[in-house]
């Protein structure tokens, strides 16, 4: 990976260094040795001004020029030097500066012992004599002195800093010098240092930027590689950095985006589920409706022949002379319309209950009560059936409830329990406490097992497990939804479940109520 970090910052690094030496180098080629010079300059400027102090004090005090050169002895015969030989011994001894005086009688006097060089070099400044082929590169010129650098070429001669003109009182003439060495040979062997040292240090730290890098990029290519997979909505993975560094910020915040995007998607993956089911509900539906037009077509149809047909029967004279017929063609006209009345009574009801418009009227009701009134009214169909009907109701039970829809939930069980029973004719109701608040109502039938899955469709809407058997009774597939309707409205639950009995296998509804 050419274009990686840890490329870019090695190469970076690298020309940052080779900038930087090369300024260095270039720095050192051009102006050390002017910095060189001028500094020996500023230092020859000072010895200047000192020494034209110094010897103006000495003057002042009475003391001639040979008195302040001469060495005198102290107490115990060791030699003392004068103020002025001291300053000009410390000038010589740590900055190099030599010193020539000379006076208006053109003697001269140096602390230096070899000086008669020196002596006729002042002599040539101050008289301006070419003698011995001065060249001087004159660097300053004022009224009292001229400083510059002397090229003498002569073997045995090397190049000085000299500042020479006449002090302050007119009469002393001076010359103050310093050797400069040539510091090219010191530049070029310092740059040469230099280079090695920068190659060594470039290396060095290429590798260890390398290595520093190569940490910062592997936490950075994690992220990146958890991004990808984010990207083919991969959630699992995490980013396991302990560091608080930008680096450690930026893991956290994308485990973060990482934990509420996987909620997102899982809960748009729920409702796009929901939706899904509620579409393949709704298509159910529909067959279920268009099922259930089909069947009270057919109700309706055959109850509105019948009475059409016997309606036209009673105009016939046959008919309207025998009291008997007519009687029966009555009859039947009135059950007919029963029935239609009955199926527009449940679809109402149940239309009202999934609404929320049927209001309930609750209060206690005494369970056993409501119940034995409800198999009263059956006696007359149980018989002509001859259904053995058991009943096991708690008598000190009372429940919270509807009192006229709670009878509709029995009524619609036990219709139901004697249009399935099977040839041994057994149903049975009773009742349970489930827990301090629940009792449960039950009806059994003894007859064919339903699946699972017809378990679950008898409460829907227009569902009809055996459609032939339904229509022989009359039933509509609007039973059990009522009850089911009225088990929501109550706050309960009710279901069915297949069970034996005493070797009698069969299917059990059952109601849960609230205790009062």
Same mark, same amino acid.
């Given at each position: 990976?050419?274009?990686?970090?840890?490329?870019?910052?090695?190469?970076?690094?690298?020309?940052?260094?080779?900038?930087?030496?090369?300024?260095?180098?270039?720095?050192?080629?051009?102006?050390?040795?002017?910095?060189?010079?001028?500094?020996?300059?500023?230092?020859?400027?000072?010895?200047?001004?000192?020494?034209?102090?110094?010897?103006?004090?000495?003057?002042?005090?009475?003391?001639?020029?040979?008195?302040?050169?001469?060495?005198?002895?102290?107490?115990?015969?060791?030699?003392?030097?004068?103020? +002025? %030989?001291?300053? &000009?011994? $410390? =000038?010589?001894? /740590?900055?190099?500066?030599?010193?020539? #005086?000379?006076?208006?009688?053109?003697?001269?006097?140096?602390?230096?012992?070899?000086?008669?060089?020196?002596?006729?070099?002042?002599?040539?400044?101050?008289?301006?004599?070419?003698?011995?082929?001065?060249?001087?590169?004159?660097?300053?010129?004022?009224?009292?002195?001229?400083?510059?650098?002397?090229?003498?070429?002569?073997?045995?001669?090397?190049?000085?800093?000299?500042?020479?003109?006449?002090?302050?009182?007119?009469?002393?003439?001076?010359?103050?010098?310093?050797?400069?060495?040539?510091?090219?040979?010191?530049?070029?062997?310092?740059?040469?240092?230099?280079?090695?040292?920068?190659?060594?240090?470039?290396?060095?730290?290429?590798?260890?930027?390398?290595?520093?890098?190569?940490? +910062? %990029?592997?936490? &950075?290519? $994690? =992220?990146?590689? /958890?991004?990808?997979?984010?990207?083919? #909505?991969?959630?699992?993975?995490?980013?396991?950095?302990?560091?608080?560094?930008?680096?450690?910020?930026?893991?956290?915040?994308?485990?973060?985006?990482?934990?509420?995007?996987?909620?997102?998607?899982?809960?748009?993956?729920?409702?796009?589920?929901?939706?899904?089911?509620?579409?393949?509900?709704?298509?159910?539906?529909?067959?279920?409706?268009?099922?259930?037009?089909?069947?009270?077509?057919?109700?309706?149809?055959?109850?509105?022949?019948?009475?059409?047909?016997?309606?036209?029967?009673?105009?016939?004279?046959?008919?309207?002379?025998?009291?008997?017929?007519?009687?029966?063609?009555?009859?039947?006209?009135?059950?007919?319309?029963?029935?239609?009345?009955?199926?527009?009574?449940?679809? +109402?009801?149940?239309?009202?209950? $999934?609404?929320?418009?049927?209001?309930?009227?609750?209060?206690?009701?005494?369970?056993?009560?409501?119940?034995?009134?409800?198999?009263?009214?059956?006696?007359?169909?149980?018989?002509?059936?001859?259904?053995?009907?058991?009943?096991?109701?708690?008598?000190?039970?009372?429940?919270?409830?509807?009192?006229?829809?709670?009878?509709?939930?029995?009524?619609?069980?036990?219709?139901?329990?004697?249009?399935?029973?099977?040839?041994?004719?057994?149903?049975?109701?009773?009742?349970?406490?489930?827990?301090?608040?629940?009792?449960?109502?039950?009806?059994?039938?003894?007859?064919?097992?339903?699946?699972?899955?017809?378990?679950?469709?008898?409460?829907?809407?227009?569902?009809?497990?055996?459609?032939?058997?339904?229509?022989?009774?009359?039933?509509?597939?609007?039973? +059990?939804?009522?009850?089911?309707?009225?088990?929501?409205?109550?706050?309960?639950?009710?279901?069915?479940?297949?069970?034996?009995?005493?070797?009698?296998?069969?299917?059990?509804?059952?109601?849960?109520?609230?205790?009062?």
């Amino acid at each position: 990976m050419k274009k990686s970090i840890r490329w870019k910052m090695t190469i970076t690094f690298v020309i940052v260094m080779v900038c930087l030496i090369g300024s260095i180098l270039l720095f050192n080629t051009l102006f050390l040795e002017r910095i060189y010079i001028n500094n020996k300059r500023d230092v020859i400027k000072q010895s200047y001004y000192a020494l034209d102090k110094g010897l103006a004090e000495a003057y002042n005090k009475g003391y001639t020029l040979p008195e302040l050169f001469t060495r005198k002895r102290g107490p115990n015969g060791e030699f003392v030097d004068s103020n +002025l %030989s001291s300053f &000009l011994r $410390e =000038l010589q001894e /740590i900055y190099g500066v030599t010193t020539v #005086l000379m006076d208006s009688e053109n003697k001269t006097y140096s602390l230096f012992q070899n000086s008669s060089r020196l002596d006729r070099r002042m002599m040539d400044y101050i008289f301006n004599n070419d003698i011995n082929n001065i060249r001087l590169n004159v660097l300053e010129k004022t009224k009292n002195y001229t400083i510059g650098i002397s090229d003498i070429r002569q073997p045995g001669f090397s190049s000085n800093l000299e500042c020479f003109g006449f002090l302050s009182d007119n009469e002393t003439a001076f010359l103050l010098n310093i050797p400069i060495e040539s510091i090219e040979e010191p530049i070029t062997l310092f740059n040469k240092a230099l280079i090695i040292v920068s190659i060594i240090t470039l290396i060095i730290g290429s590798i260890l930027i390398f290595v520093l890098s190569n940490r +910062l %990029s592997k936490p &950075l290519l $994690e =992220l990146s590689k /958890i991004s990808k997979k984010m990207s083919r #909505l991969e959630f699992e993975n995490r980013y396991e950095g302990s560091a608080i560094d930008e680096i450690g910020i930026l893991g956290n915040s994308m485990n973060e985006m990482s934990e509420k995007l996987e909620k997102s998607i899982k809960e748009l993956k729920n409702a796009n589920y929901m939706l899904k089911k509620d579409l393949e509900k709704k298509e159910q539906l529909d067959i279920m409706r268009q099922e259930f037009v089909a069947n009270v077509s057919h109700e309706l149809k055959t109850p509105i022949s019948l009475i059409k047909g016997y309606a036209e029967g009673l105009e016939t004279e046959s008919v309207i002379n025998d009291k008997e017929n007519r009687d029966y063609y009555v009859k039947v006209i009135r059950d007919e319309a029963d029935k239609m009345g009955d199926m527009v009574r449940e679809l +109402l009801d149940l239309s009202a209950l $999934e609404r929320g418009m049927d209001n309930l009227d609750f209060s206690r009701i005494s369970l056993s009560e409501i119940v034995e009134g409800v198999v009263k009214s059956f006696e007359i169909k149980l018989q002509e059936k001859s259904i053995k009907l058991e009943t096991s109701i708690d008598e000190n039970v009372y429940v919270w409830a509807d009192g006229y829809k709670l009878e509709e939930v029995i009524r619609n069980y036990l219709s139901n329990a004697i249009n399935h029973v099977n040839d041994k004719k057994i149903i049975k109701m009773s009742s349970e406490k489930i827990n301090d608040s629940i009792v449960r109502l039950s009806v059994f039938n003894s007859g064919v097992i339903l699946s699972d899955d017809d378990m679950l469709k008898v409460w829907e809407k227009f569902y009809k497990v055996d459609k032939a058997h339904t229509r022989e009774y009359g039933g509509t597939g609007l039973g +059990l939804s009522i009850v089911k309707a009225i088990a929501d409205g109550h706050g309960t639950t009710c279901g069915c479940i297949g069970k034996e009995i005493n070797g009698t296998q069969g299917m059990e509804f059952y109601f849960d109520l609230y205790l009062k």
